[in-house]
């Protein structure tokens, strides 16, 4: 056996040759090589490691992504909802070519590639959320220092393309769609829905999950819930973030049309669903979406997503002089960030500023002119 200052390195009768040093953790770790150079060299190589402080347990990075991702879907504080979410991204679209593979036999180039691949077959949420969660999990095996760096580094590929940049409806036209709704006895009940959504930025899940109960009166709606179908089934959970959990106020006039609704639509229950089927269940975003869809056609609206109702309720609100902070509050979001996406609306208002500060600027002239011409005789 020959001994260095760090590690050793032994003979084995095989005629193969044994590395072993005792890491950081306590642990004695080895490893077997053809060559007492290749050993050498190893041992070496994480001697660097341990100046650098990259050093990670040899044998931390042997796990697959499929352990790693069995124990992050099973982590206590995933919603009911999430971790339905998350297993089906799971098992159609990562499962296959991700279970088997060690943690650290994950690439850049093997990210970018499956990504390209899937992207063929898979639509560009499915995908984006997809790729989320590998780059989630990757992320518990980066902080096990099972590897150095996650290998998720394609720009963009968390968030979903839109065929086309977001629109957010004025005033005018979401009224002009809920009145458009309000005329056919089939979507009357939707008409009240369309407004809630427009002007007070809920998220679809969030609307489609209030009960009589939430409904507080003087315009004020409790959003303590959410609603979503996925695998088959509906599932009802906690809002999307921790400040999802929020009281929104209406303006008047759309309280006043939500109070006509729970009169001729919900049950006096206060279990029953504000917003619901005629049959009383949940409402399904497909049939949602066709019945918004026919009705923004009817009025002649430029295209237009339904969930840019929560866009148009939050540039609504961001014209209003609202702080971001005041825009967190009333979208249930937890960072700056999300909130800040709406503002450039206000950003529009800058032509009305600058005006505004000409008419300003003209009267201290005028005043000044005033000031300085001399009286007559």
């Known amino acids: ?19 072993r040093y005792l890491g950081p953790d306590g642990q004695r770790h080895t490893k077997i090589f053809n060559t007492k150079a290749d050993a050498w060299a190893w041992l070496a190589s994480q001697q ?72 063929q077959t898979t639509g560009p949420t499915a995908l984006a959320q997809a790729y989320r969660l590998l780059r989630a999990i990757l992320n518990v095996a980066v902080a096990d220092e099972a590897i150095a760096s996650n290998p998720c580094r394609l720009r963009g590929a968390g968030t979903p393309k839109a065929s086309r940049p977001s629109r957010a409806l004025t005033a005018t036209e979401a009224l002009q769609l809920g009145e458009q709704l309000g005329r056919d006895r089939r979507t ?46 509906w599932v009802v959970g906690e809002p999307k973030t921790d400040a999802g959990h929020r009281t929104v106020a209406l303006p008047a006039a759309i309280a006043a049309v939500l109070e006509d609704h729970l009169e001729k639509h919900v049950p006096t229950s206060p279990d029953a669903l504000v917003f619901s089927t005629s049959s009383g269940g949940y409402l399904a975003r497909s049939n949602w979406n066709s019945t918004f869809r026919r009705a923004a056609d009817a009025i002649g609206l430029p295209a237009v997503r339904p969930h840019e109702l ?63 011409r001399p009286e007559e005789p």
């Not at 095989?14 to 590395?19: E, F, I, K, N, V």
């Not at 347990?57 to 504080?77: M, V």
């Not at 507080?216 to 959003?223: A, K, P, S, T």
């Not at 996406?341 to 005028?366: P, V």
Request: charged share 25%; net charge positive; proline share 3%.
């Open 1 to 19: 056996m020959t001994k260095r200052t760090f590690g050793s390195v032994d003979r084995l009768p095989s005629g193969r040759h044994r590395a």
């Open 48 to 119: 660097t490691d341990l100046l650098r402080k990259s050093w990670r347990a040899p044998n931390a990075s042997s796990r697959t992504i499929g352990e790693y991702a069995q124990e992050y879907l099973a982590r206590n504080d995933l919603r009911g909802s999430t971790r339905v979410l998350y297993g089906g991204l799971w098992r159609h679209h990562l499962a296959t070519p991700w279970t088997d593979v060690p943690v650290d036999e994950v690439t850049p180039a093997a990210v970018r590639s499956w990504h390209a691949k899937a992207g």
């Open 310 to 372: 929560r866009h148009t309720g939050a540039t609504l609100a961001a014209t209003t002089g609202a702080t971001t902070k005041e825009l967190m509050r009333r979208l249930g979001h937890s960072s700056p960030a999300a909130a800040l996406l709406y503002q450039h609306a206000a950003d529009d208002r800058d032509a009305d500023i600058a005006r505004a500060l000409d008419a300003m600027l003209g009267a201290i002239s005028e005043a000044r002119d005033d000031t300085e």
């Open 188 to 233: 009357e009940r939707y008409r009240a829905l369309v407004l809630v959504l427009a002007f007070g930025g809920l998220r679809f899940g969030e609307a489609t999950a209030l009960r009589r109960s939430d409904v507080l009166g003087n315009g004020l709606l409790r959003v303590e819930r959410s609603v979503r179908r996925v695998g088959g089934r």
